[in-house]
């Protein structure tokens, strides 16, 4: 018997039952962590402090990256056109997908600030 853990009342000592209380909350923050995965937490912490260093890089392509989306959207209401004139008709999903993303860009060209603030005030 270990002298040390148990004193001479029988108890353990202090030092004993300080290192089994951190060992319980090891083990529980261990098994905590195969039903609550860490890595997102960590990688949105990550993120946030890595967003201000982006937004910059990010604000001097936002002219492109908005032509870029102008282009694409022509080219699926191009692509819907030509599948009714096929005799293909498009799925009701593809073109509300479709209409949604053209007025999400046209209100994000238009008003740029408005549309800042509302997804502010979603997220």
Known sequence: MNTEAVGATGKPSSKAALAAAISA?????????????????????GTASSARFFSSYVGALRPYLLGVSVLLIALG?????????????????SQVVLW????????????PQAFADLVERLL
Do not use: D, W
């Open 25 to 45: 909350v090891g083990s529980v923050l261990a098994a905590a962590t195969c039903c609550l995965p860490v890595l997102p937490f960590v990688l949105a912490a």
């Open 77 to 93: 209401f191009y692509q819907s056109r030509r599948a009714t004139q096929c005799n293909c008709k498009p799925s009701v999903l």
């Open 100 to 111: 949604l993303s053209a007025l999400i860009v046209a209100i994000s060209i238009l008003l």
